[in-house]
Each structure stands twice: as structure tokens, then as C-alpha cells.
């Protein structure tokens, strides 16, 4: 292979190789939104830097109160009353409003279930992920 070929292919790994390491050490965000729809939670995954003051906006365009709670364990659905030991954070979002609460995000990294649904119908229930990781 000529030389610029070889030179340019390593150029190319090492480009590749910087953006796979500066997406393995994402701090995770302290500033996250929640879209609550007739079609549920939007997203249902967030990143956040372990033991951080963390901000939510939460935005409800629906007609029925929600919960949106963070699990300290993982939970199988529907949630039961031997559940609520394990709530970690929980916030209720009144319909038609736009809320910001804050809340200080785990010490352990690791990734914790997020639990949104609405107030009268729990099977409902939809399950996310919050990834907390070391900042």
C-alpha cells in the first residue's frame, strides 16, 4: 500500500479510537428532561455524575397525574406494597404542567430502573433506565 493510503488509514483509527474513549468517559448530565405524552415517558434513559445535585424538567402534556420514581433496586412490574422500601426518589407531576424538581443522583454508579406512570392506572407503567456514573 502506498504510504498516504497507510497514513490515512491510521489517521482514521486514531480519530475512531479518541471518540469511542471520549464516549467511555461521558460524565453523565445534572440537567435532564421528561416528556410526558399520551404515549408515555420520552426518553426512558439518562446519564447522570454519581452523588450530583441533579435538576429534572418534567413536562406533562397529558390530562392525569404521574409519577416518576427512581428505584434503589431493580423492580419487576406491577409494583406491590413491599416495593416503596426500595423508591430511591418519586415526584408527581401534575397534568398539563411543567415542573422542575432536583434531586441528589445515587453515590454508586450503576444503573437504577426509573418507574413513570400515571397516578390511576399502575399497568400502565413504564420502565427506564438512569445510569449513574463516577464524575
Not at 24 to 53: E, F, Y
Not at 96 to 117: H, K, L, W
Amino acid at each position: 500500500m502506498p504510504k498516504k493510503v497507510l497514513t490515512k488509514l491510521a489517521l482514521v483509527v486514531v480519530l475512531c479510537l479518541l471518540t469511542a474513549c471520549s464516549q467511555a468517559i461521558d460524565p453523565g448530565s445534572t440537567l435532564i428532561s421528561v416528556n410526558i405524552t399520551k404515549d408515555g415517558c420520552h426518553p426512558i434513559s439518562w446519564r447522570v455524575p454519581a452523588g450530583q445535585m441533579i435538576t429534572i424538567k418534567i413536562i406533562s402534556q397529558v390530562t392525569e397525574d404521574y409519577t416518576w420514581i427512581i428505584m434503589a433496586r431493580p423492580v419487576t412490574l406491577p409494583l406491590d406494597g413491599n416495593d416503596a422500601a426500595n423508591i430511591y426518589f418519586a415526584y408527581q407531576v401534575a397534568p398539563m404542567q411543567s415542573e422542575i424538581t432536583r434531586f441528589t443522583s445515587p453515590n454508586a454508579p450503576g444503573e437504577y430502573d426509573v418507574i413513570c406512570s400515571p397516578i390511576s392506572h399502575t399497568e400502565e407503567d413504564q420502565v427506564g433506565k438512569i445510569t449513574v456514573v463516577r464524575p
